[in-house]
């Protein structure tokens, strides 16, 4: 006891120091997570108070030179790749009907290489009374018809069968599937189970050019000639600010580009950052990119890791499923619909609210099982929880359709295409979570 007093008085002062180090540490990791909020907090406020960003609009433009600057200021090798598109936006759609009745219609998708203001044909109507399961959905006479689908008091036609009947029809090929407008269905109850009618679906639309770009950005690997690895986002807007729809997604992307600029944690492979334009009209950047660089894609791209609308305070919904069910997912050799290809975009209506391009080219996810555990890993050591989801609409559904592994970041919870999608509903939480998932997975996949 007697000569504990200096041994004593050494302890406390090694306890002191350990103490010391400890606290400095917990607080320059504090001021980190401050800093990054505060970055990711003013993307989304710059961003948001451009107004609107639709393709080819005021608030668009500055939307990819801010990106470009961004980029650049964290040593990116960043290139903007110019697009040009004309798609007709429609002023209304109906189905005509014998003796002059008209109903309205509020999704339409149609066979591309119909061109045309007037569909015509037989129209078969469906609703979970004829199509309640795969196998009677199978069993319909699509092919070359007018597919009409009902969803009138129908508690078993929810998003995930219709999603399912969708993309089941469109395989069949059917000269277009429309949905009657929830203030029509009443009146075409009587339709539901009528064998076949004739009749035609009437647009009216106008057509407009638009200019756009995407912004990429290369982070060269610290090991040249590896695989690399996407992380994108689309900067485009609809009508409205967008906040969550997608200045959250291009904060988080530019926020992880940041990242991995620094010596400290850059990766051995490649990382490219892409800010898609017209994503909104139709995923036209990404289709265009797909387009022009298919067979780097093929030689060289790992994974395509896409966020959209990361700013919403509810749950964490990350893309992970292989397919539809019954369908196997569509993996491996990278072969581009012909859909997806530049000129086919020529002359192509497509409005992303009422029209949608067939389904068939839009309803596919490609997360095999080993991306699967890669993300679920990424999840674990993150320390976070997500919820699995299938067909968000973005941009990787179109990578997946190409054969691309791609998977989407999204969160529940926020405001998309309406007036309340604004910075005052941003939740930045989630985004510094999902920002927090993606390194672990953009670490994860380094090491594959
Ligand atoms: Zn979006």
């Known amino acids: 006891m007697f000569f504990s007093y200096p041994r004593n008085k050494r302890l406390i002062f090694i306890i002191f120091i350990i103490i010391s180090i400890g606290l400095l540490f917990i607080k320059s990791e504090l001021l980190l997570a401050q800093k990054v909020r505060k970055e990711l907090l003013r993307h989304v406020e710059y961003l948001s108070e451009l107004g609107n960003r639709l393709a080819g609009s005021e608030g668009d433009i500055q939307a990819a030179q801010y990106i470009k600057e961004q980029m650049s200021d964290f040593g990116l ?53 004829t199509a309640s399961s795969a196998e009677e959905i199978s069993k319909l006479q699509v092919s070359g018809n007018i597919v009409v689908i009902n969803p009138l008091g129908d508690e078993e036609f929810n998003l995930g069968m219709l999603n399912r009947a969708l993309l089941l029809i469109s395989r069949n090929m059917p000269k277009a599937i429309a949905m009657v407008a929830a203030s029509d269905q009443e009146a075409a109850k009587d339709l539901v189970g009528q064998s076949v009618i004739e009749g035609a679906i009437e647009l009216e639309s106008e057509r407009k050019e638009y200019n756009s770009c995407n912004i990429i950005g290369l982070l060269p690997g610290k090991s040249a000639a590896l695989e690399e690895i996407i992380i994108s986002a689309h900067y485009d807007s609809d009508i409205y600010p967008g906040s969550n729809d997608n200045a959250s997604g291009v904060a988080v992307m530019l926020e992880i580009a940041r990242y991995f600029s620094s010596d400290k944690y850059r990766p051995n492979k490649s990382l490219r950052f892409c800010a898609w334009g017209a994503e909104e009209s139709g995923f036209i950047g990404s289709r265009i990119y797909i387009s022009r660089h298919s067979a780097h ?152």
């Open 77 to 129: 090798q960043v290139k903007k790749e110019n697009f040009h598109f004309s798609i007709y936006n429609p002023l209304s759609v109906s189905l005509g009907l014998a003796e002059g009745r008209k109903l309205g219609l509020e999704v339409i998708a149609w066979d591309p290489f119909l061109n045309g203001n007037q569909i015509q044909g037989s129209i078969l109507c469906v609703s979970s009374a």
């Open 297 to 448: 894609l093929k030689n060289l791209c790992q994974a395509v890791i896409n966020i959209d609308s990361v700013g919403g305070g509810g749950d964490i919904y990350v893309e992970m499923d292989g397919g539809v069910e019954n369908i196997s997912p569509i993996k491996g050799s990278l072969s581009i619909p012909f859909h997806i290809v530049d000129k086919a975009l020529h002359n192509r209506m497509l409005h992303s609210d009422i029209l949608w391009i067939l389904p068939q080219l839009i309803l596919a996810s490609n997360v095999d099982e080993s991306f699967k555990g890669t993300i679920n890993k990424a999840v674990e050591l993150a320390g976070y929880t997500i919820k699995p989801a299938q067909y968000q609409g973005s941009d990787h559904l179109v990578f997946a359709r190409a054969g691309i592994r791609a998977t989407n970041f999204a969160t529940s919870g926020g405001y998309v295409h309406s007036e309340e999608d604004n910075l005052a509903n941003i939740k930045v939480e989630n985004m510094e979570k999902v920002m927090s998932i993606i390194i672990k997975l953009v670490e994860l996949l380094d090491k594959d």
